[in-house]
């Protein structure tokens, strides 16, 4: 059974510092890995896809990169703002490329000014 | 407006009541999911949908039921609502002409209590 596990759960850092959110998944068989952003009292918001015959996508000061061989994925952000305070929830998909996923818990990233 | 709307945003409820929780999308999609999320977990998949005659059951569907009324609408029921169903609840759609295929479109929730 595919499991998803993010850790740190919560994670504090001064504005300006770059940092790194970590995801790994037990079955390396996986279609894509979606990185989504969650605001309080919002929806989700997706910030990248990365498809299984990739390694990386960027958007912006975003990157993630894909390793299916060890089973993680990791999300880099550059230069943090306090906008960019969230829940980064990482997901990968159960069977094709469709919206049947499998969610981390989420990594609380709080970004003080 | 929202692409993906969810109505109620709000509801409290007693235990073995009848809740239907609706989700409607303009933004053409064909494939629409109803997921959970509980304190200190994922989401997790309810039931799915690709097209407007196809239902399929999720991850937790015991419990819950779902009707596609029509290509922009999805909802769930809860038929005898129990205290564990206590859940922020979020509409999804996706597109399967997408390049990105599999990028899902979150509604803002539907945060359900049952007392």
């Known amino acids: 059974k595919q499991e998803v596990t993010q850790i740190p759960a919560a994670l504090s850092v001064p504005e300006g510092e770059n940092l790194v959110l970590n995801c790994s998944f037990t079955?390396?068989?996986?279609?894509?890995l979606q990185w989504f952003r969650q605001d309080p009292g919002k929806g989700l918001t997706s910030l990248l896809l990365?498809?299984?015959?990739?390694r990386e996508q960027t958007s912006g000061r975003l990157n993630a990169s894909l390793d299916k061989s060890s089973g993680r994925s990791t999300l880099y952000i550059a230069a943090s703002q306090p906008g960019d305070s969230a829940t980064y929830l990482c997901?990968?998909?159960?069977?094709?490329?469709?919206?049947?996923?499998?969610f981390g818990q989420g990594t609380t990233l709080q970004v003080k000014p | 407006d929202a692409d993906v709307t969810q109505t109620p945003r709000n509801r409290i409820t007693k235990t073995g009541k009848r809740i239907m929780l609706e989700c409607s999308q303009t933004?053409?999609?064909?494939?629409m999911y109803w997921y959970r999320q509980d304190p200190g977990l994922g989401l997790r998949l309810i039931y799915y949908?690709?097209?407007?005659?196809?239902?399929n059951k999720g991850e937790i569907s015991d419990g819950y039921s779902v009707s596609r009324q029509a290509q922009a609408k999805f909802s769930l029921s809860l038929e005898s609502a129990i205290p564990n169903q206590t859940a922020l609840y979020f509409c999804?759609?996706?597109?399967?002409?997408?390049?990105?295929?599999?990028?899902?479109?979150f509604g803002e929730g539907s945060r359900l209590t049952v007392l």
């Open positions: 999804a759609t996706s597109s399967q002409d997408s390049i990105n295929t599999g990028e899902l479109f």
């Open positions: 079955d390396s068989a996986i279609y894509n």
């Open positions: 990365i498809q299984s015959s990739q």
């Open positions: 997901a990968v998909s159960l069977s094709g490329n469709t919206g049947k996923l499998i």
């Open positions: 933004k053409g999609h064909d494939r």
């Open positions: 949908s690709f097209d407007v005659k196809d239902i």
